[in-house]
């Protein structure tokens, strides 16, 4: 395995020794519903790294400042907010969720895009794919193992 900056929230592992485009694979299985979201209003894209949301008039990365405490670093609201692949690095992911949603307007959208934990992690923990995830995620079953 090498390591590998993609500018999103930390650093990623791969295999193969590239980055992995998550929101580019992500776009691809959007319906009308997810793109009429993005398509309108003003947006900020938190983690945006190599690959970011087309679509997002703000980039946040990690060189902005910790996404986990947002609003130390931004101060307005947008239209709706797009994360992918970072709350699994947040020290604490309801404290981050709490800050992210502080910064989107009423009636706004927060799209947080995290990776599944019998995805990505299948069954090992911690990661074997990378050493900075402090949490794993399932919406599929009522208890995580």
């Not at 990661?127 to 208890?143: E, G, L, N, P, V």
Request: proline fraction near 4%.
């Amino acid at each position: 395995m090498s390591w590998r900056g993609c500018g999103r929230c930390s650093p990623r592992w791969s295999r193969e020794g590239s980055t992995v485009h998550e929101t580019s694979k992500t776009i691809q299985l959007w319906g009308r519903q997810e793109l009429a979201i993005v398509e309108r209003g003003r947006g900020l894209d938190i983690g945006a790294g190599d690959d970011p949301l087309p679509w997002a008039a703000v980039r946040f990365d990690r060189a902005h400042g910790d996404a986990e405490h947002l609003t130390r670093h931004i101060h307005e609201q947008f239209d709706w907010v797009y994360s992918s692949h970072c709350l699994e690095h947040m020290d604490d992911p309801r404290s981050a969720l709490r800050e992210w949603w502080s910064v989107v307007r009423p009636g706004g959208h927060l799209i947080a895009i995290v990776a599944d934990e019998d995805l990505y992690e299948q069954g090992y923990w911690p990661s074997r794919i990378t050493d900075d995830h402090k949490h794993t995620f399932s919406i599929r079953k009522a208890r995580s193992w």
